[in-house]
């Protein structure tokens, strides 16, 4: 999220189910990112992240762990996927954003893993939204 925000930044972050566009949020995204097929009536491409019981039968050291992303919400459930102004997802077939879902940018889109790396958000991966930066300790 440079410039917005540094590595070792902390934040007060307030947990959350849904959240606005333009806030400030937290998710949990598999690393390494794991694709699944998207569910029926989104375009291919669009359903990237995590399925429901995605690890199921895999060996545990074959699982993939998870990283807490810093993010800025870009679309909410019911809005169009947004291209103006978000090079990132240019190439995004014309769809609106799926219920239960969101989409992420960096500040530094083209340098940023977002939704144009793992598609959507789902909100069961929402941690929270950020209620403030905290000062470094001392």
Request: no cysteine; proline share 14%; charged share 25%.
């Amino acid at each position: 999220m440079e410039p917005s925000f540094r590595s070792g930044d902390r934040l007060l972050v307030r947990r959350a189910r849904w959240v606005r566009v333009g806030q400030v949020v937290v998710v949990r995204v598999a690393d390494p990112p794991v694709v699944y097929e998207p569910p029926p009536g989104l375009p291919p491409g669009l359903g990237l992240g995590l399925g429901p019981g995605f690890d199921e039968g895999m060996p545990k050291r074959d699982r993939p762990g998870w990283r807490l992303l810093v993010k800025r919400a870009a679309a909410v459930p019911g809005d169009p996927v947004p291209k103006e102004g978000f090079p990132a997802l240019r190439d995004v077939p014309d769809v609106v954003v799926p219920p239960d879902a969101f989409v992420v940018l960096g500040d530094n889109a083209a340098a940023s893993w977002d939704s144009r790396a793992f598609g959507f958000v789902r909100s069961d991966q929402l941690v929270g939204s950020m209620v403030r930066r905290l000062p470094p300790l001392s």
